[in-house]
């Protein structure tokens, strides 16, 4: 079965650091573009951060540009979202997903509709 399962999501201070886990089973995602998203409630999702699998380019929106780092580990066939000076803004539910994604002009990047189906995520809550 081809699904996404993301993990490592809780409770934090602000200024603190979490890592978040989107595990891939049924297939190899170092194969795919992995996206971040989040959602906070009353709130459309949206795209925090890409890994290209074509060419290992990343991206990311502007308001987690310099706090939040993406990455993949091909042997435990994981994508991280490593989060560090996290912001009471940064609570939402985030979800990864395996898309396209490209730069803009603005220096953030747009995405192609995903083509994994939308996992549980998990909930990320940023207070003091």
């Known amino acids: 079965q081809v699904q996404l399962v993301e993990s490592g999501g809780g409770l934090v201070q602000p200024g603190g650091s979490l890592r978040l886990s989107c595990a891939a089973s049924g297939f190899t995602l170092a194969s795919s573009t992995v996206a971040w998203f989040r959602q906070a409630p009353g709130k459309e999702r949206e795209g925090v951060s890409c890994?290209?699998?074509?060419?290992?380019?990343?991206y990311y929106t502007h308001s987690v540009s310099g706090r939040f780092t993406i990455s993949r580990d091909n042997i435990k066939n994981t994508v991280y979202l490593q989060m560090t000076s996290l912001k009471p803004e940064d609570t939402a539910t985030y979800y990864c997903?395996?898309?396209?994604?490209?730069?803009?002009?603005?220096?953030?990047?747009?995405?192609?509709?995903?083509?994994?189906?939308w996992g549980q995520g998990t909930q990320v809550t940023v207070s003091p």
């Open positions: 997903a395996t898309l396209d994604c490209y730069p803009s002009r603005g220096g953030s990047f747009f995405y192609t509709d995903p083509s994994s189906a």
């Open positions: 890994i290209r699998s074509r060419d290992g380019n990343t």
